[in-house]
Each structure stands twice: as C-alpha cells, then as structure tokens.
C-alpha cells in the first residue's frame, strides 16, 4: 500500500478483500513495506510476498495505493532483471504476474515533494540567520551541545531511512527510478485517479487541497497526486520503457472522490463532525477493486477456474 499503511497488519480496504474473496476466489497478500522507505527496501518487501504468491500456484498481480504504486514497479524492475530463476516467476503464464492496478498513483511523484524543498530550505535559511544573531547570548558549551544533538539526529537511522523515502517524492528520485526501469510490455495496467470537489473533501485535506491548487496551478487533482500525474506511465521521462507503459495503460475513469478514500479506521482520529454528515468517508470501497478484477476477468487476463479451491 502507499504512506498510510501500517505493512502486513494494514487494513486498508481489508472489507473489500474478503468480499473479493469469497465472491471472486481472489486472495490478497500484504506486502510488509514501511512508510516513507525507499524503494529499493519496500521492493524487496514485495518480493518476499512473491514469493508466497508463488507457493499458491497461481497468477498473481501488483496493487499499489499512492507511493505504493512505485514499490510496486520497482519491485517488478528487480525481478524482471533479476536472477534468471526471479526472471522465470515473473515471466511465467501459470504462476508470474499477469496484470498491474494503481491506485492514486504517486509513481509520478507530487508536487508537494519540490514544494516542501524549497519551503525547508527557505527554513534553514532563516534558522540560520536568527541563530547567528543569539549567537553571542549563549556559552560556547551550549552552543556545542546544541549542534551535537543535531549532528546525531542526522546522522541517525530513522533520519536516514526518513529522507530515503522522501527522494521518492521528488522530481530527482522520480527521475533516477524512470531511466533505469524495465518492464513487462504485454502486462495490463489499469489506474484509478481522482478529483475533489467541495462536498467530498474531508475536513483534514482541506489545506493540503488548497497547497496542491495553488503549487500546481489547478484544481484536477485529490490533494495528494494531479489527476494528469496519476498515471500507469512516466509523465516527465520519455524513453522505449516509458512507451512500453503508455502501451500498458489501460487508463480508468476519473473519480469524484479523495486520496484516502481507501482508508477508514485509520483516519478515525482525524474524522470530523461535518466529515460523519457528509459521509466522505464512506464512499464505496469495492469500486477501487472490483473492477480490475472483473474486466481482466472477462478478457481472460485472469483465467476462470472451475475447481471450489
């Protein structure tokens, strides 16, 4: 899944899975990848649940909710251009993968990402220019002390693992991970976006709304991902992989809804009283699954099977 994700024990959209379950005989397999990781970590993450796909004996696909949709291409890079054993799963009709999903894809990354750059560095700017001012208020001991604390806070692990992360939001990191990319040419790609509107806008997402509306000049977007970014290909790098892509994309109906409208226990602690009446929450979840199922289905991307198993 994306940002929101708690690994293995996420529950998003955990309904819509048993439904889909024990009405389509599809199973779902969580990948226990980690918040604002890098790719490469949260691929590697999907490549241990491969593997348990693989054990079942059947196709499987990849589903990706925001910054999940990239861990998802990623970890298909790796495997494609893995060992010749990962190449063999990945290629293969009767166990690799047969069909790709993205949900609010941020594999384009956002513009929040080269927003929030600029504004730190704004920051650290002016953290400096008023600190050199207090400069002569405090001793030299305190002042050592201070910078010692913050040298070990950026030198820390989760500091590290933190910005790692974050390059996947940027235009820098969104290059570097489309140049070298390779991937299936013949694997369907189907996409959900979507576009707020005042009466589906929850009360939590209304400033990050408005930021996104005035960082990229328009209002097409569901606070997180432009409606033109949130694509199955790469938007801003053209190469033979990115129109291997384009061929894949299948593309999908723009939505009128929000970037968590997958998400509902999770987001109990930010819900409102004008969020409860206007119900922006409970919004239809299967409709972010159900389809992709169905229509792979019909053109027989995914094979019915008689057997009860």
């Not at 589906?200 to 509306?213: D, G, V, W, Y």
């Not at 994309?249 to 602690?269: A, P, Y």
Request: charged share 25%; glycine share 8%.
């Amino acid at each position: 899944m994306g940002v929101v994700t708690e690994g293995k024990k996420g529950e998003e959209l955990e309904d819509t899975f048993n439904r889909l379950k024990n009405e389509r005989g599809v199973l779902t397999i969580r990948s226990d990848t980690g918040t604002a990781r890098s790719f490469e970590y949260n691929a590697s993450k999907i490549e241990e649940a491969v593997k348990s796909a693989v054990k079942l004996g059947r196709p499987f696909g990849f589903l990706g909710y925001s910054q999940g949709s990239a861990n998802c291409l990623t970890a298909e890079w790796a495997l494609y251009t893995g060992t010749p054993l990962q190449q063999e799963i990945i290629k293969s009709t009767e166990i690799g993968l047969v069909t790709r999903h993205l949900l609010f894809s941020a594999a384009n990354g956002s513009r929040h990402g080269p927003a929030a750059e600029g504004k730190i560095h704004k920051l650290i700017v002016m953290c400096e220019d008023a600190l050199k001012y207090q400069q002569g208020y405090f001793s030299k001991a305190f002042i050592s002390n201070v910078l010692n604390n913050i040298n070990d806070f950026m030198d820390s692990a989760p500091f590290h693992k933190f910005i790692g992360g974050a390059q996947s939001f940027l235009l820098e990191g969104q290059r570097a991970f489309w140049r070298e990319a390779q991937h299936l040419p013949y694997v369907p790609t189907t996409v959900l976006r979507g576009v707020m509107e005042d009466h589906t806008t929850p009360e939590s997402l209304e400033m990050m709304s408005s930021f996104l509306t005035k960082q990229s000049g328009s209002s097409l977007h569901d606070s997180q991902v432009h409606v033109y970014d949130a694509v199955g290909y790469p938007i801003y790098t053209r190469n033979r992989n990115a129109l291997v892509l384009q061929g894949c994309d299948m593309g999908g109906s723009i939505q009128r809804t929000h970037h968590w409208s997958v998400l509902d226990k999770e987001v109990q602690f930010v819900r409102t009283k004008r969020d409860i009446d206007r119900a922006t929450f409970e919004c239809a979840k299967d409709r972010h699954i159900f389809p992709w199922v169905d229509v792979n289905a019909r053109f027989g991307i995914i094979k019915y099977s008689s057997s009860s198993r």
